[in-house]
Nanobody, 126 residues
Framework: VQLQASGGGLVQAGGSLRLSCASS????????IGWFRQAPGKEREFVAA????????RYADSVKGRFTISRDHAENTAYLQMNSLKPEDTAVYYC????????????????????WGQGTLVTVSS
């Protein structure tokens, strides 16, 4: 599975961005999807995850109520809608795919993810 993350950019505080995570080739239908981010000088951290069906999601406390993860099986793409952005959201955002037989499962741990995209930079100015 090759994942391509896109949609990052420079935005003012309070603005919005939508990140996309597309797969070239293999279907993402058997994968839970996660978004992680890494700010300068910090470790990579969990942001959001969604199950194979999209029926269940999980968010880090820092983004809850502002970010929304979703997926479109027809488009073979997952999304991260980011609203009310803050300067502390500045980071490289990575999408990742976790192969799962169980349809109602997601993980918040990096080690569980099998494939990673290359990352897309989000910069939020104050």
């Amino acid at each position: 599975v090759q994942l391509q993350a896109s949609g990052g950019g420079l935005v003012q505080a309070g603005g919005s961005l939508r990140l996309s995570c597309a797969s070239s080739g293999r279907s993402l239908s058997t994968y839970a999807i996660g978004w992680f981010r890494q700010a300068p000088g910090k470790e990579r951290e969990f942001v959001a995850a969604i199950t194979r069906t999209g029926g269940s999601t999980r968010y880090a406390d820092s983004v809850k109520g502002r970010f929304t993860i979703s997926r479109d099986h027809a488009e073979n793409t997952a999304y991260l809608q980011m609203n009310s952005l803050k300067p502390e959201d500045t980071a490289v955002y990575y999408c990742a795919a976790d192969y799962r037989v169980l349809i109602n499962y997601y993980s918040t741990h990096e080690r569980d993810y099998d494939y990673w995209g290359q990352g897309t930079l989000v910069t939020v100015s104050s």
